[in-house]
């Protein structure tokens, strides 16, 4: 019967399919590698952590002490001293900020640097969600491909189906031309949808290309065995890593020390800073000029040794008005730090909860849809098989049909809605692969 031709065909597709599927898994890049190669050439995220280690090369900035001042001096005309005709001066001094002050600086500096990697960490798990749902929307498409040309197969059958029972090819049975016709509108409409899901490919393929930043034609390749991931977690094993590792907190967390440190450095520099110097004049030995009980009076001649004077120095911070201001600065900037913590921790809560939301409720549509998916191809094979012997509708069938359609596909929009919160929850908890 021809029914039975109809059925066998439509096991053959099923196997062929089911090989198809074997082949693209056997010599598919599993989601880690891409994964690894955008992590590794992604432009953005490389950008972060240049900034990273710039950030870095500030710590050995603000660590050193001020260069020390050298100063020359010469007279144009000697300077008559006790000592000799005074020609030059040479001075040399370093200050040092009070006790403390420079480390306190590099601390800050320290905790800024830490602050971008922990941007630089938040960008990452951004970047791999990216590479995650971009993943899971090409095997959308291409899996709504793959269900669309199956059903066109059993359009194309059943449209000659109906063409043969216009024809008579049913003893006693006249079909209806519009039967054929409202196939073949349905086989067009299908073939169109296909086309449809070829160019949303050729888009993703493009999209995920870039954030691997390699040529946007490059295959890709699905692995469907990465559509098969459950969650592992329990709740409170989510929300204790989320607090724990989640980049956004813990850059909250560093920016408050830091700003803890700025109050200490701003405290620092309102307390004296010491200078020590050493000044060297060059004398020249002068001789005597005029006589003992003379009008003129007598000078004695000099003997021109050169002087070393050491000098110390304090400075005086008596203006007091702008260190308390910095060091208020930075304690609200600390408070600050401290709120947007806990409300990020919060918005970071109810990321999860929505998350394990949507987990659950993919989890119940898969079970639903694959009931219906399983009810409709019982009652489509019966319908077929009644139709071929002269009874049933043909209008009820397409209806069948088309439902079918449709939960095959809502099957893997169920499927990649589970994957798509299953990696939303891993960017929150900071897990990479």
Request: include cysteine; charge should be negative; glycine fraction near 6%.
């Amino acid at each position: 019967m021809k029914i039975t031709k109809y059925l066998n065909a439509y096991r053959k597709l099923g196997f062929c399919l089911m090989m198809v599927w074997l082949v693209n898994t056997g010599f598919a890049q599993h989601l880690e590698d891409y994964l690894v190669e955008a992590g590794e050439n992604n432009p953005g995220l490389q950008a972060k952590y240049a900034l990273y280690m710039a950030s870095l090369e500030k710590v050995p900035q603000l660590g050193q002490l001020p260069d020390p001042e050298l100063s020359f001096g010469f007279f144009l005309k000697d300077m008559a001293t006790l000592m000799g005709d005074q020609q030059m001066n040479v001075s040399i001094k370093q200050r040092f900020p009070w006790f403390g002050t420079l480390q306190s600086r590099r601390d800050e500096a320290s905790l800024l640097a830490q602050a971008n990697f922990l941007e630089f960490e938040r960008a990452k798990y951004d970047l791999y969600n990216q590479v995650k749902q971009s993943y899971y929307q090409l095997y959308l498409w291409e899996h709504h491909q793959m269900v669309a040309e199956k059903n066109l197969e059993i359009l194309q059958r059943m449209e000659r189906l109906a063409l043969n029972r216009f024809k008579g090819g049913v003893p006693g049975v006249k079909g209806k031309m519009t039967d054929v016709l409202r196939v073949q509108s349905k086989t067009k409409a299908i073939s169109a949808l296909i086309e449809d899901y070829r160019d949303k490919q050729d888009l993703e393929r493009v999209a995920f290309n870039q954030l691997l930043n390699r040529p946007t034609d490059q295959e890709v390749n699905i692995d469907y065995s990465d559509l098969d991931q459950e969650l592992i977690w329990q709740r409170a094993i989510i929300m204790d890593s989320v607090r724990n590792r989640n980049p956004d907190l813990k850059k909250l967390e560093v920016m408050g020390d830091a700003y803890q440190k700025r109050s200490e450095v701003a405290n620092k520099s309102g307390l004296p800073s010491i200078g020590i110097g050493v000044d060297y004049m060059v004398n020249s030995p002068r001789s005597p000029k005029g006589e003992i009980g003379s009008d003129m009076g007598y000078i004695p001649g000099g003997m021109g040794h050169n002087m070393v004077m050491p000098m110390v120095s304090l400075s005086l911070p008596i203006y007091r008005k702008k260190y308390k201001a910095a060091a208020r600065e930075a304690q609200s900037l600390r408070e600050l730090a401290h709120y947007q913590k806990e409300e990020v921790e919060n918005y970071l809560e109810l990321q999860m909860e929505q998350g394990l939301k949507a987990i659950k409720e993919a989890e119940r549509n898969l079970e639903l849809y694959n009931e219906q998916v399983s009810l409709l191809k019982r009652s489509l094979d019966l319908m077929l098989a009644e139709y071929s012997s002269g009874q049933g509708s043909f209008e009820e069938l397409l209806t069948v049909q088309q439902e079918l359609l449709d939960f095959e596909m809502k099957i893997s929009e169920a499927s990649v809605n589970k994957q798509l919160a299953i990696a939303q929850l891993e960017s929150l908890m900071a897990e990479s692969l």
